[in-house]
Antibody, heavy 121, light 107 residues
Framework: EVYLVESGGGLVQPGGSLRLSCAAS????????MNWVRQAPGKGLEWVSY????????YQLDSVEGRFTISRDDAGHSLFLQMNRLRDEDTAVYYC??????????????WGQGTMVTVSS | DIQMTQSPSTLSASVGDRVTITCRAS??????FAWYQQRPGKAPKLLIY???TLESGVPSRFSGGGSGTEFTLTINSLQPDDFASYYC?????????FGQGTKLEIK
C-alpha cells in the first residue's frame, strides 16, 4: 500500500527552526515530484513548495522564500522541509503530497496525515 | 499568481440532491486543474484531475467539467459521506493555488 507519513512538527518560538520529514513507502519514490501543502487552523489549503524528480527544479511560495528549504533523499525514500526564521503566520498543519510522474499531471493523489507546526512565544 | 475563486463558500443540501460547485481561474489554465475533498481533521483526497478525469476509486456520482477558466464539480445523489469541504486547485503554473473552499452542509 502507498503511504506518506510526516513527522517533525511541534511548538517553536518565533524566529526558531524546525525540520519536517515525510517518509514514503509503497511506490517508486524517485519517479515522482513531491510537494508540501499547509493549512492554517480553520483555513484553506496553501501550497508551499515543490521539488522535481532528481531535485533539479524547486519552487516555493514567495512568503517562505529564503526561510524554507525543500529537499529529498531518494535512496531513503524521504522528503524534507527545513523551516528557519519561523513566523506566527507559519502556524499550520503541514502535509506532504505526491505529485506525478514525468508528463502525467494527474494531481496530488497521495497525502500524508499531516504534522502540526505551532509558532508561538 | 493565478487566483482561484470558488463558489459558493457554503452549500446546504439534502441526501439525494444534486449539487454543483464552481471554480473560476484568473487566467487560462487549460485543464491543469483538480478537485479535492477534505473531511474534518483528515488529509485532502483527490477526486478529479485534469479537470474531468475521475481518480481511481472515487464514486461515479462525482464528475468534473470545464477548461480554460471555468470549472465545475457536480455530485449526483448526495450521500451522507459527501458532506465535507471541497477545494479546487490549479497546477498550470507556480505557485500552485487552491480555491478558498466550499463547505457542503446537511440541510
Amino acid at each position: 500500500e502507498v503511504y506518506l507519513v510526516e513527522s517533525g512538527g511541534g511548538l517553536v518560538q518565533p524566529g526558531g527552526s524546525l525540520r519536517l520529514s515525510c517518509a514514503a513507502s509503497g511506490f517508486t519514490f524517485n519517479a515522482y515530484s513531491m510537494n508540501w501543502v499547509r493549512q492554517a487552523p480553520g483555513k484553506g489549503l496553501e501550497w508551499v513548495s515543490y521539488i522535481s524528480r532528481g531535485s533539479n527544479t524547486i519552487y516555493q511560495l514567495d512568503s517562505v522564500e529564503g526561510r524554507f528549504t525543500i529537499s529529498r533523499d531518494d535512496a531513503g525514500h524521504s522528503l524534507f522541509l527545513q523551516m528557519n526564521r519561523l513566523r506566527d503566520e507559519d502556524t499550520a498543519v503541514y502535509y506532504c503530497a505526491r505529485g506525478w510522474e514525468l508528463g502525467q499531471f494527474d494531481g496530488f493523489d497521495i497525502w500524508g496525515q499531516g504534522t502540526m507546526v505551532t509558532v508561538s512565544s | 499568481d493565478i487566483q482561484m475563486t470558488q463558489s459558493p463558500s457554503t452549500l446546504s443540501a439534502s441526501v439525494g440532491d444534486r449539487v454543483t460547485i464552481t471554480c473560476r481561474a484568473s487566467q487560462n489554465i487549460n485543464i491543469y486543474f483538480a478537485w479535492y475533498q477534505q473531511r474534518p481533521g483528515k488529509a485532502p483526497k483527490l477526486l478529479i484531475y485534469k479537470a474531468s478525469t475521475l481518480e481511481s476509486g472515487v464514486p461515479s456520482r462525482f464528475s468534473g467539467g470545464g477548461s480554460g477558466t471555468e470549472f465545475t464539480l457536480t455530485i449526483n445523489s448526495l450521500q451522507p459521506d459527501d458532506f465535507a469541504s471541497y477545494y479546487c486547485q490549479q497546477y498550470y503554473d507556480f505557485p500552485y493555488t487552491f480555491g478558498q473552499g466550499t463547505k457542503l452542509e446537511i440541510k
